[in-house]
């Protein structure tokens, strides 16, 4: 139980395109979605919380117009990336909440060219 | 400020031997502390966690010690196999009961057991 996917597990775009990253919790229903970045080497960073039919909360210093995210139900939360650019290459890994524990999806490698 | 503080960065142990890695935290509302285990490319997976009434928490082979006067706790793995070998993370949060919580996380340790 408490599997999370991610889709795609990877993406390649051209500079100044949006990508949007899906997040679903398949076998659980989850209120409270996470979205986090990874440079390599390197630890988790939380970028936001989404919680079900409200707005996401940022954390301190990321752009909320840059990176949309959208929790429309309890299962599927989505974030894009608008007007992508080299720096915003990287790893992009959801969580879902189920009764207090984080389940994280695979990732999505995201390299924008 | 880090919150969570993980030791250490790396470690090698032998096939067989025991790993041992340390974290302290801060803030003493942490009431959730879980451990992940991240191969590359993959997403972090829930290892094991514990809260603060219990001192120990082992499943299978993977231990976690807490000290909640010393604000640390430990992930201990016994018999240490090659395909342990991968970055943990410890992690913590406040707000048990609740959904709507943030993990802290350590910076990570990369362990790799030699065969």
């Known amino acids: 139980g408490a599997v999370v996917s991610q889709h795609p597990s990877w993406v390649i775009c051209k500079s100044g395109t949006s990508v949007k990253i899906e997040c679903r919790s398949l076998d659980f229903q989850a209120t409270t979605m996470f979205w986090y970045r990874q440079f390599p080497k390197q630890s988790l960073m939380l970028m936001a919380t989404s919680n079900e039919g409200s707005k996401a909360t940022y954390e301190q210093g990321v752009e909320k117009d840059k990176f949309l995210i959208n929790h429309a139900s309890l299962t599927l939360s989505t974030l894009t990336v608008t007007s992508a650019h080299p720096e915003d290459s990287s790893f992009y890994i959801c969580?879902?909440?189920?009764?207090?524990?984080?389940?994280f999806g695979p990732g999505t490698r995201l390299t924008v060219l | 400020q880090q919150q969570v503080k993980q030791s250490p960065q790396s470690l090698i142990v032998q096939k067989g031997g025991i790993s041992i890695i340390n974290c302290a935290y801060e803030n003493t509302a942490f009431d959730y502390f879980p451990w992940y285990q991240q191969f590359p490319g993959k997403g972090p997976a829930l290892l094991i966690a514990i809260r603060p009434d219990v001192s120990e928490k082992k499943e299978g082979r993977f231990t976690i010690s807490f000290n909640k006067s010393a604000k640390q706790f430990s992930l201990h793995i016994m018999d240490s196999q090659p395909g342990d070998s991968a970055t943990y993370f410890c992690a913590a949060s406040k707000g048990s009961g609740g959904s709507n919580y943030k993990l802290t996380f350590g910076k990570g340790t990369l362990l790799t057991v030699n065969p």
């Open positions: 969580s879902a909440s189920d009764r207090g524990t984080q389940y």
